[in-house]
């Protein structure tokens, strides 16, 4: 059908792998979906999220880990510049999240809702993605469209 034969296949396929891992380095050892080590660190992150310690976000980072907000051109790497963000803009004025999982792409997602301060609703804020890189977080992808969360079922509000 291709009109090639299988070594050239073959070889393609292992210079494409090779160059996959360059791009992204320390996903073949990120923990299998649904596994005990990918629970640990899920359930750490949302821990320390829910609580506002950013501190200990930031020590589940790899020293080159990404922070990303598509579609928005804002892009943050590296563990000073992710925790300057999540102090001064996720985490200001004392704001809390409630973290519902789920799954993106086959990696581990939240949909998240901010606390209102003065009613029981929470609202909601958006979708996080976490890209896993062996037992640390490698990218953190922020997603603040509230309508994506339909499509992995979460309402607009939630009454806890």
């Not at 073959?10 to 080590?37: H, N």
């Not at 660190?41 to 976000?57: M, P, Q």
């Not at 704001?95 to 998240?112: E, I, K």
Request: net charge neutral; glycine share 8%; aromatic share 8%.
């Amino acid at each position: 059908m291709l009109d090639t034969t299988e070594n050239a296949v073959t070889s393609a396929l292992t210079r494409a792998r090779a160059t996959l891992a360059g791009e992204l380095p320390g996903r073949a050892d990120a923990p299998l979906p649904g596994s005990p080590r990918e629970r640990r660190i899920v359930d750490t992150f949302a821990r320390a999220f829910e609580a506002g310690d950013v501190e200990a976000i930031v020590a589940l980072l790899t020293d080159d880990a990404w922070l990303t907000m598509p579609p928005l051109p804002l892009e943050y790497q590296g563990l000073d510049a992710i925790r300057t963000f999540l102090d001064s803009v996720v985490m200001r004025d004392g704001r809390r999240y409630v973290l519902y999982p789920s799954r993106a792409n086959g990696q581990p997602a939240f949909g998240y809702y901010v606390r209102d301060p003065r009613t029981p609703v929470l609202h909601a804020h958006g979708v996080l993605v976490l890209t896993l890189s062996g037992d640390r977080i490698g990218a953190l992808t922020r997603f603040s469209d509230t309508a994506l969360l339909a499509r992995f079922g979460f309402p607009r509000t939630l009454r806890p």
